[in-house]
Protein backbone atom coordinates (compact mmCIF):
# COMPACT_ATOMS: atom_id res chain seq x y z
CA UNK A 1 0.00 0.00 0.00
CA UNK A 2 1.49 3.58 -0.91
CA UNK A 3 0.01 7.04 0.35
CA UNK A 4 -0.06 9.40 -2.50
CA UNK A 5 -0.46 13.01 -2.21
CA UNK A 6 -2.27 15.67 -4.58
CA UNK A 7 -3.82 19.04 -4.08
CA UNK A 8 -4.95 21.98 -6.33
CA UNK A 9 -5.77 19.76 -9.00
CA UNK A 10 -8.56 22.87 -10.47
CA UNK A 11 -10.35 20.59 -12.41
CA UNK A 12 -11.85 23.85 -14.32
CA UNK A 13 -9.01 23.33 -16.78
CA UNK A 14 -9.73 21.31 -19.32
CA UNK A 15 -6.16 20.20 -19.28
CA UNK A 16 -6.08 18.96 -15.29
CA UNK A 17 -9.51 17.49 -15.90
CA UNK A 18 -7.83 15.46 -18.40
CA UNK A 19 -4.80 14.50 -16.31
CA UNK A 20 -7.28 13.28 -13.51
CA UNK A 21 -9.37 11.04 -16.61
CA UNK A 22 -6.45 9.16 -18.05
CA UNK A 23 -5.33 8.30 -14.38
CA UNK A 24 -4.86 4.58 -14.66
CA UNK A 25 -8.00 2.95 -13.32
CA UNK A 26 -5.81 -0.16 -12.16
CA UNK A 27 -2.43 0.87 -10.75
CA UNK A 28 -3.75 2.85 -7.59
CA UNK A 29 -6.06 0.34 -5.72
CA UNK A 30 -4.43 -0.84 -3.18
CA UNK A 31 -3.53 3.03 -2.18
CA UNK A 32 -4.59 5.63 -0.50
CA UNK A 33 -4.89 9.44 -2.15
CA UNK A 34 -4.41 12.46 0.38
CA UNK A 35 -6.51 14.78 -1.63
CA UNK A 36 -5.69 18.24 0.35
CA UNK A 37 -8.07 20.48 -1.20
CA UNK A 38 -9.10 23.34 -4.26
CA UNK A 39 -11.06 20.95 -6.65
CA UNK A 40 -13.29 23.26 -8.42
CA UNK A 41 -16.45 25.29 -7.21
CA UNK A 42 -18.42 24.13 -9.68
CA UNK A 43 -20.82 21.00 -8.26
CA UNK A 44 -20.90 19.14 -10.29
CA UNK A 45 -17.74 18.69 -11.71
CA UNK A 46 -16.51 18.54 -7.45
CA UNK A 47 -18.52 15.39 -7.85
CA UNK A 48 -17.37 14.31 -11.00
CA UNK A 49 -13.47 14.80 -9.70
CA UNK A 50 -13.88 13.24 -5.98
CA UNK A 51 -15.61 10.03 -8.19
CA UNK A 52 -12.97 10.00 -10.22
CA UNK A 53 -10.43 9.33 -7.63
CA UNK A 54 -12.19 7.45 -5.90
CA UNK A 55 -12.78 4.82 -9.05
CA UNK A 56 -9.00 4.48 -8.64
CA UNK A 57 -7.48 4.63 -5.26
CA UNK A 58 -8.45 2.62 -2.41
CA UNK A 59 -9.16 5.14 -0.16
CA UNK A 60 -9.48 8.96 -0.68
CA UNK A 61 -9.04 11.41 2.06
CA UNK A 62 -9.70 14.77 1.32
CA UNK A 63 -9.61 18.03 3.22
CA UNK A 64 -11.56 21.09 1.13
CA UNK A 65 -9.66 24.34 -0.19
CA UNK A 66 -11.06 27.74 -0.47
CA UNK A 67 -12.39 27.30 -4.19
CA UNK A 68 -14.45 24.69 -3.10
CA UNK A 69 -16.36 26.85 -0.78
CA UNK A 70 -16.58 29.44 -3.66
CA UNK A 71 -20.54 30.19 -3.84
CA UNK A 72 -20.12 33.53 -6.01
CA UNK A 73 -21.47 31.59 -8.82
CA UNK A 74 -24.59 29.62 -6.90
CA UNK A 75 -27.36 31.82 -4.88
CA UNK A 76 -27.60 34.54 -3.18
CA UNK A 77 -28.97 32.44 -0.40
CA UNK A 78 -25.89 30.40 -0.10
CA UNK A 79 -23.08 30.89 2.22
CA UNK A 80 -19.79 29.24 2.47
CA UNK A 81 -20.77 27.37 5.53
CA UNK A 82 -23.58 25.78 3.61
CA UNK A 83 -21.50 25.19 0.66
CA UNK A 84 -18.79 23.31 3.07
CA UNK A 85 -21.80 21.17 4.53
CA UNK A 86 -22.62 20.06 1.01
CA UNK A 87 -19.13 19.50 -0.01
CA UNK A 88 -19.18 17.06 3.52
CA UNK A 89 -22.08 15.43 1.58
CA UNK A 90 -21.19 14.91 -1.49
CA UNK A 91 -17.05 13.41 0.09
CA UNK A 92 -18.87 10.96 1.80
CA UNK A 93 -21.52 9.72 -0.57
CA UNK A 94 -18.78 8.98 -2.67
CA UNK A 95 -16.92 6.84 -1.06
CA UNK A 96 -14.39 9.74 0.03
CA UNK A 97 -13.60 10.86 3.62
CA UNK A 98 -12.93 13.65 5.50
CA UNK A 99 -12.33 12.28 8.98
CA UNK A 100 -9.54 9.92 9.97
CA UNK A 101 -8.92 7.10 8.63
CA UNK A 102 -6.50 4.46 9.55
CA UNK A 103 -5.45 1.23 7.70
CA UNK A 104 -2.39 -0.98 8.20
CA UNK A 105 -0.88 1.13 11.21
CA UNK A 106 -0.97 4.12 9.23
CA UNK A 107 -3.68 6.73 10.51
CA UNK A 108 -3.89 10.05 8.47
CA UNK A 109 -5.85 12.78 9.91
CA UNK A 110 -7.49 15.66 7.57
CA UNK A 111 -7.59 18.87 9.33
CA UNK A 112 -9.88 21.25 8.79
CA UNK A 113 -8.55 25.42 8.43
CA UNK A 114 -8.89 29.18 7.00
CA UNK A 115 -6.23 32.07 7.26
CA UNK A 116 -6.81 33.89 9.84
CA UNK A 117 -3.89 36.26 9.46
CA UNK A 118 -1.82 35.05 11.66
CA UNK A 119 1.13 35.57 8.96
CA UNK A 120 0.42 39.03 8.53
CA UNK A 121 -2.07 41.61 7.70
CA UNK A 122 -3.86 41.61 4.77
CA UNK A 123 -2.72 45.17 2.33
CA UNK A 124 -5.34 47.09 0.95
CA UNK A 125 -3.75 45.63 -2.78
CA UNK A 126 -4.67 41.91 -1.39
CA UNK A 127 -7.86 42.53 -0.45
CA UNK A 128 -8.64 44.52 -3.85
CA UNK A 129 -7.10 41.24 -5.66
CA UNK A 130 -7.90 38.25 -3.74
CA UNK A 131 -11.11 36.58 -5.25
CA UNK A 132 -12.08 34.66 -1.82
CA UNK A 133 -13.26 38.26 -0.31
CA UNK A 134 -15.83 38.38 -3.37
CA UNK A 135 -16.02 34.70 -4.09
CA UNK A 136 -16.99 33.32 -0.79
CA UNK A 137 -20.35 34.26 1.36
CA UNK A 138 -19.60 34.22 5.83
CA UNK A 139 -22.26 34.26 8.54
CA UNK A 140 -22.96 38.13 9.81
CA UNK A 141 -20.08 38.56 12.21
CA UNK A 142 -17.35 35.96 10.66
CA UNK A 143 -13.88 37.11 9.79
CA UNK A 144 -11.15 35.90 9.12
CA UNK A 145 -10.17 34.60 12.66
CA UNK A 146 -13.79 33.62 13.20
CA UNK A 147 -14.02 31.56 10.01
CA UNK A 148 -11.04 29.89 11.11
CA UNK A 149 -11.53 29.56 14.85
CA UNK A 150 -14.47 27.89 12.93
CA UNK A 151 -12.80 25.22 11.29
CA UNK A 152 -10.45 24.41 13.78
CA UNK A 153 -12.90 23.43 16.04
CA UNK A 154 -14.74 21.26 13.92
CA UNK A 155 -10.90 18.98 14.32
CA UNK A 156 -11.38 16.07 16.37
CA UNK A 157 -7.78 14.04 15.47
CA UNK A 158 -7.18 11.41 18.28
CA UNK A 159 -4.29 9.58 18.81
CA UNK A 160 -3.32 6.85 19.27
CA UNK A 161 -0.60 5.02 20.28
CA UNK A 162 -0.84 2.05 18.20
CA UNK A 163 -0.62 4.02 15.02
CA UNK A 164 2.73 3.27 13.47
CA UNK A 165 2.64 6.37 11.08
CA UNK A 166 0.82 9.69 11.30
CA UNK A 167 -0.19 11.94 8.63
CA UNK A 168 -1.23 14.90 8.90
CA UNK A 169 -3.27 17.38 6.13
CA UNK A 170 -4.74 20.51 5.19
CA UNK A 171 -5.11 22.87 2.34
CA UNK A 172 -3.75 25.81 3.78
CA UNK A 173 -0.45 26.36 5.13
CA UNK A 174 0.42 25.75 8.92
CA UNK A 175 3.56 28.06 9.23
CA UNK A 176 4.89 30.74 6.88
CA UNK A 177 8.14 29.33 6.88
CA UNK A 178 7.52 26.71 4.73
CA UNK A 179 7.79 29.63 2.08
CA UNK A 180 11.44 30.01 0.49
CA UNK A 181 13.13 32.95 0.62
CA UNK A 182 13.60 33.57 -2.59
CA UNK A 183 10.04 34.05 -3.26
CA UNK A 184 9.03 37.26 -5.55
CA UNK A 185 7.68 40.51 -3.38
CA UNK A 186 3.81 39.82 -5.19
CA UNK A 187 4.14 36.07 -3.63
CA UNK A 188 4.59 37.81 -0.09
CA UNK A 189 1.92 39.98 -0.54
CA UNK A 190 0.05 36.59 -0.34
CA UNK A 191 0.95 35.60 3.22
CA UNK A 192 -1.59 36.90 5.34
CA UNK A 193 -4.23 34.31 3.14
CA UNK A 194 -1.65 31.98 3.17
CA UNK A 195 -2.52 30.00 6.15
CA UNK A 196 -3.07 29.27 10.21
CA UNK A 197 -0.58 29.00 12.54
CA UNK A 198 -3.23 27.35 14.32
CA UNK A 199 -3.27 24.58 12.58
CA UNK A 200 0.62 23.80 13.35
CA UNK A 201 -0.30 23.71 17.23
CA UNK A 202 -3.35 21.40 16.04
CA UNK A 203 -0.40 19.29 14.07
CA UNK A 204 1.86 19.09 16.17
CA UNK A 205 -0.76 17.85 19.35
CA UNK A 206 -0.65 15.13 16.56
CA UNK A 207 3.33 14.15 16.46
CA UNK A 208 2.87 13.37 12.20
CA UNK A 209 6.00 12.17 10.57
CA UNK A 210 4.79 14.14 7.65
CA UNK A 211 1.87 16.77 6.89
CA UNK A 212 0.57 17.32 3.40
CA UNK A 213 -0.45 20.61 2.43
CA UNK A 214 -1.60 22.68 -0.70
CA UNK A 215 -2.70 26.12 -1.58
CA UNK A 216 0.28 27.94 -2.11
CA UNK A 217 0.76 25.87 -5.43
CA UNK A 218 4.27 25.88 -4.96
CA UNK A 219 6.08 21.92 -4.19
CA UNK A 220 7.57 21.49 -1.49
CA UNK A 221 9.12 18.86 0.43
CA UNK A 222 11.01 20.08 3.87
CA UNK A 223 11.62 18.91 7.28
CA UNK A 224 11.33 21.04 10.90
CA UNK A 225 11.55 19.78 14.25
CA UNK A 226 10.98 16.22 13.18
CA UNK A 227 7.83 16.89 10.52
CA UNK A 228 8.32 16.40 7.21
CA UNK A 229 6.01 19.11 5.52
CA UNK A 230 5.20 18.15 1.96
CA UNK A 231 3.32 20.36 -0.66
CA UNK A 232 2.49 18.05 -3.59
CA UNK A 233 0.32 20.56 -5.84
CA UNK A 234 -0.69 20.33 -9.20
CA UNK A 235 -1.47 24.04 -9.91
CA UNK A 236 -2.70 26.13 -12.77
CA UNK A 237 -1.37 24.49 -16.30
CA UNK A 238 1.11 27.25 -16.78
CA UNK A 239 2.90 26.73 -13.45
CA UNK A 240 5.10 23.84 -14.64
CA UNK A 241 7.92 25.68 -12.52
CA UNK A 242 6.73 25.21 -9.28
CA UNK A 243 4.46 21.95 -9.47
CA UNK A 244 5.75 18.83 -10.84
CA UNK A 245 2.24 17.67 -11.77
CA UNK A 246 2.01 13.91 -11.08
CA UNK A 247 1.39 12.01 -7.83
CA UNK A 248 4.08 11.89 -4.95
CA UNK A 249 4.00 8.73 -3.23
CA UNK A 250 4.66 9.75 0.02
CA UNK A 251 4.82 6.55 2.27
CA UNK A 252 4.67 2.86 1.65
CA UNK A 253 3.92 -0.07 4.10
FE1 LIG B 1 -6.32 27.27 -2.18
Same mark, same amino acid.
Given at each position: !??????? +???????? &??? %???????????????????????????????? #????? #?????????????? %??????????????? *???? +???? *??????????? #??? *??????? %?????????????? $? !?? !????????????????????????? #????????????????????????? %? =????? @???? =?????????? *?????????????????? &???? @???????? &????? =?????????? $??? $?????
Amino acid at each position: !MRIFALS +DIHVDYDA &NAK %WVENLSVVEYQDDLLILAGDLTDKPPLFEWCV #RAFVK #RFRKVVFVPGNHDL %WVAREGRDKNSLQKF *AEVC +DVVE *ASGATMRTYRE #RGV *AIHPLLG %WYDYSFGEPSEELQ $A !MW !MDFRACRWPDGYGANEISLHFDALN #RPIADARDETVITCSHFLPRIDLMP %W =YVSGS @TRLL =YPILGSSRLE *AQLRRMNPGIHVYGHSHL &NRNV @TIDGVTYV &NNAFG =YPAETMIAAK $ALL $AIHAC
